[in-house]
């Protein structure tokens, strides 16, 4: 990498689920002192940062997304005094720290919202979220929906209602509201002073709301071009908010960095990504994408254009904590798409919701595709974000009973949708115990007989495991990572991708399951055995050509 480049550009991000990576203190809750005590792992996968999802004192409606106090350590996740520790020691061994910032809404335990329920209607308090009058007690001040199913607004005791556009109990706040805007400065400050490193900034896109009255009806709001000035979502004022955070963050040195979770159309993602604004977008199209050639390249393409217009980098994810996991989407027959591309379903949902039993998983081919995508996204310009347990191979898991299920979109959706629990089981650390090493006792989601399979420990001993794939492929990135461009090279099928960054470092991914024969040269590193100069199917080699 280019010595005066910063780490964020071309990074690779660790997203940690804290409550599902190692639990100390026996609880079945993963916790920041389970972090701690595997810093050893995290520094021999070879990751520039780590991303900790939110660790905050949270009621657990959404997965620690409902945020009740936003300077805090839930207490069954620690103390303020064990966050610090973490970061010393990640720092110690040279790993960023990426913190998740929830500014769309607050939990309705955090204490703005406990007083707007108290003080009653017309009260400075209620002015910090979207509080409004329905038109008789049982009807809502609009049809509105929110993202996880039902209304996006509920009655409280005096017959006011109150905007959730998540969880019931994730209300709105009101950010033409100084105090709200003041507050998250603090936050940030808070965060930055206790030597974070960047920040990963929750639904950026839907923080301003135009809420003037009369409130259209959801069909009204459907119909209105997405161009700055729609009134719930990707206004063009919300820059206005990052512009006085990008003051924040560049008041430190190094100053602090940020990623946008925007979900907006392309067009529309460097006004995220620009240095004025948060500096970096996720970029989700490959999490979208089918693992097939034309498409990966389609993406890659594009966002590189995107990344250049925005003076930023462009971002790379195949899993997170809201998707089903791409070892299991691969092994799964492509999806339905709708006329724009999109997928009909978020991918691998069908299959979540059949309990894991149709369509036919074909585990093995899934794992295959998974690790040569990793390959193939691991050597593009940009920043690499993986998600805890793609390096052991995991897939999604399915046999979750109702009785365990936590996701709100389960509960909300009358059961029609399973939601994200599958891909948020705790981790295999061993292939034995009552959680499989994640803790001394159980674990808060129901693991599965078949992760014993893919425990770090049986991985790391064993040099053709995805988890010695990633070591290699990570520590050889450190060393091969160049200046952000990529030229591609014609192939002789339609099927095979080939690629070469500007210092001979070249790749390969042949998509199908036809082998692909070329002059090799240097072979570096391959996600699955290689039969001399012939890449078989599903494969991604990167060499020196
Ligand atoms: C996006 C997060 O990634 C997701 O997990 C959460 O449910 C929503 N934002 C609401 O906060």
Redesign the pocket.
């Known amino acids: 990498m280019p010595e005066s480049a910063p780490w964020w550009r071309q990074g690779a991000v660790y997203q940690i689920y804290p409550r599902s990576f190692a639990d100390a203190n026996g609880d079945g809750l993963g916790d920041i002192a389970g972090i701690t005590s595997r810093v050893d792992y995290l520094e021999t996968l070879g990751i520039d940062a780590v991303w900790l999802?939110p660790f905050y004192p949270s009621a657990l409606a959404?997965?620690g997304?409902?945020v009740a106090d936003y300077r805090d350590v839930d207490p069954r996740l620690g103390t303020l005094a064990d966050f610090d520790e973490l970061v010393a020691v990640l720092h110690g061994r040279g790993i960023r720290v990426v913190v998740?910032i929830?500014p769309?809404?607050t939990s309705d335990r955090h204490e703005w919202f406990q007083r707007a329920l108290a003080a009653g209607r017309g009260s400075p308090e209620r002015e910090r979220y979207i509080f409004r009058e329905g038109p008789d007690d049982t009807t809502p001040p609009t049809d509105w929906v929110s993202?996880?199913g039902g209304p996006a607004w509920q009655r409280v005791h005096d017959g006011q209602w109150y905007l959730h556009?998540?969880?019931v109990e994730?209300p709105d706040l009101d950010w033409s509201h100084p105090e709200v805007r003041a507050d998250f400065v603090t936050t940030l400050r808070f965060w930055s002073d206790r030597g974070v490193d960047g920040f990963r900034i929750?639904?950026a896109h839907m923080l301003t709301k135009d809420m003037s009255e009369p409130l259209l009806s959801r069909s009204e709001l459907d119909a209105l071009p997405v161009d700055g000035l729609h009134p719930m979502v990707d206004r063009d004022d919300v820059h206005e908010v990052y512009a006085e955070w990008r003051r924040v963050f560049e008041s430190y040195d190094p100053p602090r960095t940020a990623v946008a979770?925007a979900w907006v159309h392309k067009s529309r993602v460097p006004l995220y990504a620009s240095r004025e604004s948060l500096g970096q977008a996720f970029n989700f199209d490959l999490l979208q994408a089918d693992f097939d050639a034309g498409q990966f390249r389609r993406v890659v393409q594009e966002n590189l254009e995107l990344a250049h217009a925005s003076g930023s980098s462009s971002t790379w994810v195949l899993s997170?904590?809201?998707v089903v996991r791409h070892a299991t989407r691969y092994g799964l027959p492509h999806p339905a798409r709708a006329a724009n591309g999109d997928p009909v379903r978020k991918q691998g949902t069908d299959w979540v919701v059949s309990g894991g039993v149709a369509p036919d998983l074909d585990r093995a081919a899934g794992e295959r595709r998974a690790r040569a995508a990793t390959l193939f996204m691991l050597a593009l310009p940009g920043a690499s974000y993986l998600y805890q347990g793609e390096e052991l191979g995991l897939h999604e898991v399915a046999e979750i009973p109702a009785s365990s299920r936590q996701d709100?979109t389960f509960f909300r959706s009358g059961g029609a949708d399973f939601g994200?629990d599958g891909c948020r089981v705790p981790l295999p650390w061993r292939p034995d115990g009552t959680s499989y090493g994640f803790g001394t006792d159980g674990a808060h989601l129901p693991q599965p007989q078949w992760f014993a399979d893919y425990a770090v420990s049986l991985e790391e001993g064993d040099p053709r495991s995805t988890l010695s794939l990633y070591r290699h492929a990570l520590a050889l990135r450190r060393s091969l990572q160049t200046v952000e461009q990529l030229e591609w090279v014609p192939t002789a099928r339609d099927d095979v991708l080939h690629f070469r960054r500007p210092n001979g470092w070249e790749v390969v991914t042949a998509f199908g399951e036809t082998p692909y024969a070329l002059d090799l040269g240097d072979v570096l590193v391959s996600s699955s055995p290689l039969h001399g100069d012939e890449l078989p199917g599903a494969t991604t080699v990167w060499f020196r050509g």
Do not use: L, T
């Open positions: 999802s959404d997965g997304y409902d998740d929830v769309n809404h993202m996880f556009n998540f969880a994730q929750d639904v979770e997170n904590h809201d709100p994200r």
